[in-house]
């Protein structure tokens, strides 16, 4: 699982660089549901995450309905708050 988890690119929500191993884990269990969109053209992120998400975790992930923008603008403002403690 933690072939590709050195590669880095940047990421469109947060707006700087960031691994592939954080964007597998942003939700804490699950993956970030951009990590297809994102990744796709660097490496077969899809094939791979089918390997080791169950069925139950992929529809959590990818096929859950999406946030309003308000809550997704909320959620980022604590991710960035978070990093910038530590």
Known sequence: M???DHLVLRCPRLGGEITFAYCR???GDLPCPRIIRCWQD???VEQHL???LSKD???RCFNAPPKDK???IFEIVDEVKKRKKI
């Open 57 to 59: 975790e992929w529809d």
């Open 2 to 4: 933690k072939r590709f």
């Open 50 to 52: 089918g390997a080791f």
């Open 25 to 27: 884990k942003e939700q």
């Open 42 to 44: 660097l490496i077969p």
């Open 70 to 72: 308000i809550t997704t």
